[in-house]
T-cell receptor
Framework: EAGVVQSPRYKIIEKKQPVAFWCNPI?????LYWYRQNLGQGPELLIR????????DSQLPKDRFSAERLKGVDSTLKIQPAELGDSAVYLC???????????????FGEGSRLTVL | GENVEQHPSTLSVQEGDSAVIKCTYS??????FPWYKQELGKGPQLIID?????GEKKDQRIAVTLNKTAKHFSLHITETQPEDSAVYFC?????????FGAGTTVTVRA
């Protein structure tokens, strides 16, 4: 079974430029998360989707960050314009949450490492 | 919101010895405490978790303990092996929202 797929793995951009990250979750997983991981720190939640609905975006800096999950499958996270402090690894995770089965386990992708110069 | 603190930040152990990582949390409403292992260039992977209605859980060489009164939980790895070298993260919260600790870099010396 394929895991969570993210692209690109690495991205280097100049500040003020836009950037987008793509995530394909595990097939059948209805919950999708975007996390940001700064160097030497644990992941921090940016946004959580239940199917196509963003149910928790309280930590998403909405002035420059946006996300979408069309058709409740793939998701895109966008930053525009990027700032120096946005340099981090952006992790996508998915989980299967239902009335029948809810383990709480997050399945992470390998992440997209962003460097803003 | 929940605040999780993790200690130590680095841990070096001799192969075959035990490793212990400790975490504290702030929100008494938190009921789910997973531990994730992250290898270089990879995403975190769940290794064990515990819920607030359980005090201890073990899976082969890995065990986790939870003290709800003191709001702390610990990861114990026995008979460490070179493949245990990685960054370990504790987390606390509920099934929908987790706060992660800053991580512990574990190095197992051969």
């Amino acid at each position: 079974e394929a895991g969570v797929v993210q692209s690109p793995r690495y991205k280097i951009i100049e500040k003020k430029q836009p950037v987008a990250f793509w995530c394909n979750p595990i097939s059948g997983h209805n919950t999708l998360y975007w996390y940001r991981q700064n160097l030497g720190q644990g992941p921090e939640l940016l946004i959580r989707y239940e199917n196509e609905e963003a149910v928790d975006d309280s930590q998403l800096p909405k002035d420059r960050f946006s996300a979408e999950r069309l058709k409740g499958v793939d998701s895109t996270l966008k930053i525009q314009p990027a700032e120096l402090g946005d340099s981090a690894v952006y992790l996508c995770a998915s989980s299967l949450n239902s009335l029948i089965s809810f383990t709480g386990e997050l399945f992470f992708g390998e992440g997209s490492r962003l460097t803003v110069l | 919101g929940e605040n999780v603190e993790q200690h130590p930040s680095t841990l070096s152990v001799q192969e075959g010895d035990s490793a212990v990582i400790k975490c504290t949390y702030s929100d008494s409403a938190s009921n789910y405490f997973p531990w994730y292992k992250q290898e270089l260039g990879k995403g975190p992977q769940l290794i064990i978790d515990i819920r607030s209605n359980v005090g201890e859980k073990k899976d082969q060489r890995i065990a986790v303990t939870l003290n709800k009164t003191a709001k702390h939980f610990s990861l114990h790895i026995t008979e460490t092996q070179p493949e245990d070298s990685a960054v370990y993260f504790c987390a606390g919260g509920n099934d929908y929202k987790l706060s992660f600790g800053a991580g512990t870099t574990v190095t197992v010396r051969a």
